[in-house]
């Protein structure tokens, strides 16, 4: 078993993504993996989430790499990455918020002597945890959100007349961002199993030769803090599962429902025995629980 069970694991690539939702966790404590990954541990107020911040570094093969370790080592019930993003459509402005529908990962494909045939490879967001950030921004009358796939690419894009604009325009039109680590952490959570996971990307440019300047102008920390602040009305709307750490305690001891003991909450050393009457049958017999 890991030393910690948190219940959701919150992704970052840069120290000012790490920043704005890390303002949001209470009671913070660092925990270490044994082969250096840092991560803290806290909660989240009003509600029953335990959240566990990690701070990746850029690239989609690091943060699969990084978010499949983390995964292993903490066993999270759902997965978010959250940071800044280019803006691919006209009427997606800086400060504005894409949620992940879900993520492509734009390099796959095969050159002929015809040209690039695209090899589309692509993973959906979370139903459940689309549906709570639905939900969540009808009341965030601050922040504007589009639900749209999200492309990811190991480039940052800053020419909206480059070959690889214009490629996405032709191959992937209907990406409303464009960022480098999303498909990564995606396809870990893919790979472990069933695990909620979740691309929320605030924009910071609008991936053409501006970014500089809407860099330079403060629009990467507000990028962050609207994706930061979607992120925690998303947790406050979805709930732990049934039956994990976080939801209501079962009671204690054994309740017997019908042929069948119920154990679960109780603490027993060796063997249990149980006697059973099989009255319709006209037998009886004993049984040997471990």
């Known amino acids: 078993m890991p030393d910690i069970q948190p219940t959701v694991l919150v992704l970052t690539a840069l120290p000012l993504e790490y920043a704005a939702i890390r303002a949001h966790v209470v009671e913070r404590k660092e925990r270490v993996h044994r082969d250096g990954t840092r991560v803290e541990v806290g909660r989240l107020t009003s509600t029953s989430w335990h959240v566990t911040l990690a701070e990746l570094g850029m690239g989609a093969e690091r943060a699969g790499v990084l978010t499949t370790q983390l995964i292993d080592w903490l066993r999270p019930e759902a997965v978010l990455f959250v940071g800044v ?6 009427d997606i402005e800086i400060g504005d918020v894409v949620v992940g529908t879900q993520v492509y990962e734009i390099h796959g494909g095969k050159q002929t002597p015809e040209g690039f045939l695209v090899r589309p490879k692509a993973l959906p967001g979370s139903h459940a945890l689309e549906q709570a950030a639905r939900s969540a921004v009808r009341d965030m009358p601050g922040v504007r959100a589009h639900f749209l796939p999200i492309a990811t690419g190991d480039v940052v ?3 909206a007349e480059s070959e690889l604009a214009r490629f ?4 992937y039109n ?5 960022e480098t680590e999303g498909s990564g952490a995606l396809q870990a959570a893919h790979l ?10 605030g924009i910071s440019d609008r991936a053409d030769a501006g970014k500089h300047q809407a860099d330079a102008s403060g629009s990467q920390q507000r990028a962050a803090e609207h994706a930061a602040a979607v992120t925690v009305a998303v947790l406050h709307k979805h709930r732990p599962r049934e039956g994990s750490s976080d939801s209501e305690e079962e009671p204690q001891g054994a309740t017997y429902g019908g042929d069948h003991i119920d154990f679960r909450g109780g603490t027993f050393h060796g063997p249990v025995t149980g006697k059973a009457d099989h009255l319709l049958r006209g037998q009886s017999g004993a049984h040997s629980l471990t």
């Open 157 to 159: 894009l800053a020419d």
């Open 174 to 178: 209907d990406a409303g961002a464009i």
């Open 192 to 201: 472990s199993g069933r695990l909620n996971a979740l691309v929320i990307r």
């Open 85 to 90: 993003a280019g803006s691919l459509k006209d």
């Open 168 to 171: 996405l325009r032709r191959s």
